[in-house]
């Protein structure tokens, strides 16, 4: 179990539009870790987003959750990895 407050990495979308930004992160996480199969985030922080992520004719649930915090995604891929990243976003104009 990781410490609290561990990280292992950061992502800068462009906006807080989850459906717009995660195929994005996907793509680039697929290549290091695999498909992924799940995506938490914190929804008080993020628009209204789809329920699941199609990515290369499969489906990750996204999943709004209460902790550890508003400014964390964890992702989880298919050979069973979490991977937390900080999410570091420009409050102001939603561009990173």
Known sequence: MPTPGY??????PRSRDLSAELPALA???ATRLGPLTRVAYHPAHWDPSARRLRRAGSLAPLGGYRCPGPDTVEVTTRSGRSVTLVVVLDGGSGNA
């Open 27 to 29: 793509t680039a996480l």
């Open 7 to 12: 990280v292992d990495g950061a992502w800068w």
